[in-house]
């Protein structure tokens, strides 16, 4: 089978990424074997090229969402998949990934895929969707919240975070730069912040009469989360994605804040198994958001596979909203 690998250890730049010739993995009692038809790209893929893991063995196969098509199952199969089930799952980066002709995945993560939603579609709601989900639906506290700002409004996470939001009737605000507001719109948040032109801070203080915002999600990094602070409102929350800030002078309690995190990948390296299960939930209810149209397509981009390397130098260099999605 044709896959995208990383060759050997030193290679750590997307342009070191080699097509090979390699033999269909051979699955255990407790794996299902995907015939892929479409993958999704993440910023975590390049960032695995230039960081590694040390349970690889090379030539490592890249790729973490994946749907395609049953064509093996194992001797342990309680979800009873059969061969040609249409199913979609986020697989664990310590192993061998996606961007293959064939993968093999632990049974736990995957969730079969609605009839009425494509493969691509299916492909571009797994990493970044599943941790929109995650911050949203179960680290967050709904209740009696009204407000939530959403950083990166264009990015894999943020678009479909905006949209869960707003499903969820929670005022939303976002930042995006200038030129992918356009795109945003789309989504209906409450108010776009230019944050390359606007100063964030403070337009949200401006905007919630000096409150600040119940929720923040931020995929930005620990500095924006710093600024966060003095955007939330008391007993508000803050989800980390990308880097927590310092609380060493910020009096958190004082304000009855939290500051929460996710590591969707995190619950196959911990062989937490009702986390990997939740893997597959939620791949499960973003699958019927779609199919009932209640989530929109965030898919700019199709590529062929042999071009996922030139896709993932695009997402790196940050010319991407929304997402990208390679077929075979
Ligand atoms: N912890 C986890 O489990 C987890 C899971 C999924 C993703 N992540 C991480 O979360 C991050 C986002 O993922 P993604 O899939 O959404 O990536 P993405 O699709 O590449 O989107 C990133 C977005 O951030 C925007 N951006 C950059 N700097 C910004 C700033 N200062 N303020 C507002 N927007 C800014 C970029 O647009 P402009 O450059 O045009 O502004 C881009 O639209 C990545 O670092 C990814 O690795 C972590």
Redesign the pocket.
Request: proline share 2%; with cysteine.
């Given at each position: 089978m044709k896959a995208l690998v990383i060759p050997t250890p030193e290679i750590k730049q997307i342009n070191g990424l080699k097509i090979q010739d390699l033999a269909i993995p051979d699955i255990h009692e407790d794996e299902i074997l995907v015939k892929l038809h479409a993958v999704g790209l993440?910023?975590?893929d390049f960032?695995l090229v230039s960081g590694h893991h040390p349970n690889w063995t090379y030539p490592h196969t890249l790729g973490l969402d994946a749907a395609g098509e049953v064509i093996k199952v194992g001797s342990i199969n309680p979800k009873h998949f059969k061969l040609g089930d249409r199913v979609f799952y986020h697989s664990d980066l310590s192993k061998d990934g996606c961007f293959a002709e064939y993968a093999k995945t632990n049974y736990r993560c995957v969730a079969k895929i609605p009839d009425s939603v494509s493969y691509q579609e299916a492909a571009s709601v797994l990493?970044?969707g599943?941790?929109a989900y995650?911050a949203i639906h179960r680290k967050m506290n709904l209740t009696g919240k009204k407000t939530i700002l959403i950083?990166?409004?264009?990015?894999?996470?943020?678009?479909i975070a905006i949209q869960l939001a707003k499903i969820a009737q929670l005022k939303v605000f976002t930042?995006?730069?200038?030129?992918?507001i356009d795109w945003v719109k789309q989504f209906k948040p409450d108010h776009i912040i230019d944050?390359?032109t606007e100063d964030?801070t403070q337009k949200i203080l401006e905007l919630t009469d000096g409150v600040g915002v119940d929720l923040i999600v931020n995929?930005?990094?620990p500095e924006?989360a710093q600024k966060d602070l003095a955007r939330l409102a008391y007993n508000g929350a803050l989800m980390t994605?990308?880097g927590e800030p310092k609380l060493d002078d910020y009096n958190l309690s004082a304000m009855g804040q939290s500051v929460l995190?996710?590591?969707?990948?995190?619950a196959h390296q911990h062989n937490n198994l009702s986390q990997i299960d939740d893997l597959a939930v939620m791949a499960e209810k973003l699958g019927n958001l779609l199919a009932t149209k209640k989530l929109h397509s965030i898919i700019t981009k199709t590529i062929d596979f042999d071009e996922i390397p030139s896709g993932l130098k695009d997402?790196l260099d940050?010319k991407?909203?929304?997402?990208i999605i390679a077929t075979f």
């Open positions: 993440n910023p975590v960032k990493c970044n599943m941790t995650s950083h990166a409004g264009a990015g894999g996470v943020g678009s930042t995006v730069s200038t030129h992918k944050y390359k964030t995929t930005v990094g924006e994605i990308v995190s996710v590591n969707l990948g995190g997402l940050r991407i909203s929304g997402k």
